[in-house]
């Protein structure tokens, strides 16, 4: 688990993050938000399915989810760039694949962010 608490990304800042994906994991999560509890962004690539799942957390519930299909494979190195905007989440994955997810919550700071399951993070860039 790779987590950061004095994160200080606002809108109109980009977060680029690169790593490697475990040969043998089922997935992995890239959340943003305030706290673990309340999540702007929840990014969750998941292979079993074959799909990425975003979705927002408030006062620990979870709220309804957006499934976009997987464009990337374990094994790989990959760059993810998130860029936060007032109303939404633009976040470019590999081959030009590219999601939006609302910011739900109006965020205009975001101070947590965390990496967790099989994904190895080899820098990040705010």
């Given at each position: 688990?790779?987590?950061?608490?004095?994160?200080?990304?606002?809108?109109?800042?980009?977060?680029?993050?690169?790593?490697?994906?475990?040969?043998?994991?089922?997935?992995?999560?890239?959340?943003?938000?305030?706290?673990?509890?309340?999540?702007?962004?929840?990014?969750?690539?998941?292979f079993?399915?074959?799909?990425?799942?975003?979705?927002?957390?408030?006062?620990?519930?979870?709220?309804?989810?957006?499934?976009?299909?997987?464009?990337?494979?374990?094994?790989?190195?990959?760059?993810?760039?998130?860029?936060?905007?007032?109303?939404?989440?633009?976040?470019?994955?590999?081959?030009?694949?590219?999601?939006?997810?609302?910011?739900?919550?109006?965020?205009?700071?975001?101070?947590?962010m965390?990496?967790?399951?099989?994904?190895?993070?080899?820098?990040?860039?705010?």
């Amino acid at each position: 688990k790779f987590e950061i608490f004095n994160l200080d990304m606002k809108t109109g800042d980009t977060l680029k993050i690169k790593g490697k994906i475990s040969e043998d994991t089922d997935g992995f999560s890239i959340n943003l938000g305030c706290r673990s509890t309340d999540l702007a962004l929840h990014l969750n690539p998941r292979f079993n399915e074959s799909v990425i799942v975003c979705n927002s957390r408030c006062s620990s519930a979870w709220q309804e989810e957006h499934r976009d299909n997987l464009c990337f494979s374990k094994g790989s190195t990959i760059k993810i760039t998130i860029e936060m905007l007032a109303d939404k989440f633009q976040v470019k994955l590999p081959d030009g694949h590219e999601v939006e997810f609302p910011n739900r919550h109006c965020y205009d700071k975001i101070s947590y962010m965390s990496v967790k399951g099989g994904f190895r993070v080899t820098s990040f860039k705010l």
